[in-house]
Structures are given as C-alpha cells and as structure tokens.
C-alpha cells in the first residue's frame, strides 16, 4: 500500500468514524526507548471542507497543502508531550523537598 493509498484510508476511516480520529503510534504506547510524539489526529474529509474550503481537494490546493512545514507543530507536540511525562513523574515520584535558602 502506498502513501497516498494509506492517507485515503485513514481518511476514509475518519469519516466514516465522525470528524476525526486520533491514531497512536504503538511504538509510543510501548515504550521505544525515544520521545515519539503521542499521537495524531486525522481530519475527515466534511471537517477538511469546513475549515479548507470546499475546493480543498482539488489536486492544486493538496499539493500546496502538503508543502506546509509541520515542523514547528510537531515539535511543539513533542515539547508539550514531554513536559507532560515530567509533571507525570514528578507527581508520581515526588523527589524529596529541598529548602530553600
């Protein structure tokens, strides 16, 4: 199955789900050993049309849509995921109170 074929798919079953569907990596839920950003969630095609317009899918306006640099999003994903493992653990595992000077 190709890119395209999958994308069409989750696609798909994001519409048929509702709006949208939050997909997780199993790698992420397991545990891989490195910080994966959590999750993702895939848009159906009527929400696409709200919030795009509704000529999104026209092949001019996917490819233009597809150059959009996402790598502010995902590292912001991957910042707030961590600072949430943290406050995690440090609720969880409280380190000893230092005071302080």
Known sequence: MSGD???ISISAAADAIGPS????????????GRLLQPAIKCRGR??????????YDVPEN?????????GAKH???LREHALGLEALDRFV????ATPRA
Do not use: H, N, Q, T
Not at 46 to 55: C, E, F, S, T
Not at 62 to 70: E, N, Q, W
Not at 93 to 96: I, K, L, M, Q, S
């Open 93 to 96: 595992c409280p380190r000893a």
């Open 62 to 70: 996917i490819a233009r849509l597809r150059k959009r640099g996402l």
């Open 75 to 77: 590292s912001l994903a």
């Open 21 to 32: 569907l939050v997909m997780r990596s199993a790698a992420a839920v397991k545990g891989s």
């Open 5 to 7: 074929d999958e994308l």
């Open 46 to 55: 009527d929400y696409l049309r709200i919030i795009y317009g509704p000529d």
